[in-house]
């Protein structure tokens, strides 16, 4: 790998400039280059990625994405309809399967997480994207100009947790928000940011 200038760019073996988290282990990259800040409106993949934030909290993104599998058996591919009906006897069998991340209050959020989704009355993916911000002008330069909350996400927490979701803070749920590409935090320079897309947009428009 070659450090270019700007330090959160980092440019791979393959030519391709990416935010520097993206750019090391490879499945972070594919992560990075398929999943993080595109788009999704499939409700199944949002109440995954609204689960797995919250078992990412204390951690590290790679510890729960490199589980991701693991998670997708035990809680049925995230079918909200089969999670909410996992009882206390699946609790304590999760509690004892060393593939996923072992802790109580986590696995119980995500089962009242399934019933909470449920109980809506509205579709999942309507709710969450009721709270996605404009989008920005422009990408952000580094990551220090990328927030941990922002007036959206807090207002989503409140949202979610008035309507019986856990592990729903307002942090989680930015991370949420860039993960399901409500926002778009490739900073600038990366081969997937809003700005660079912008400029070889332009320079493909110009008559050769």
């Not at 060393?98 to 019933?115: D, V």
């Not at 809506?120 to 709710?127: A, K």
Request: proline share 7%; with cysteine.
């Amino acid at each position: 790998m070659s450090v270019v200038p700007r330090p959160d760019v980092v440019v791979g073996d393959d030519g391709l400039a990416r935010c520097a988290w993206g750019a090391s282990d490879p499945e972070y990259r594919r992560y990075h280059d398929e999943e993080w800040g595109t788009p999704q409106h499939d409700p199944v993949r949002l109440f995954e990625k609204v689960c797995l934030e919250g078992f990412q909290s204390g951690l590290s993104w790679i510890t729960i994405l490199r589980r991701r599998p693991a998670f997708r058996e035990v809680f049925h591919d995230f079918d909200a309809e089969q999670v909410a009906a996992m009882t206390e006897v699946d609790v304590e069998r999760l509690l004892g399967d060393a593939r996923i991340i072992r802790h109580r209050g986590k696995i119980e959020a995500t089962i009242q997480n399934a019933r909470a989704t449920l109980a809506l009355d509205q579709p999942l993916d309507e709710l969450l994207w009721s709270f996605a911000p404009p989008p920005r002008d422009d990408s952000p330069t580094s990551f220090a100009e990328v927030p941990a909350t922002t007036p959206e996400s807090t207002a989503m927490s409140k949202q979610l947790r008035t309507l019986g979701f856990r592990f729903v803070g307002p942090t989680t749920m930015y991370a949420l928000m860039q993960a399901a590409g409500m926002v778009d935090d490739h900073v600038a320079g990366c081969f997937r940011s809003h700005a660079t897309r912008h400029v070889h947009e332009a320079a493909a428009a110009v008559p050769a």
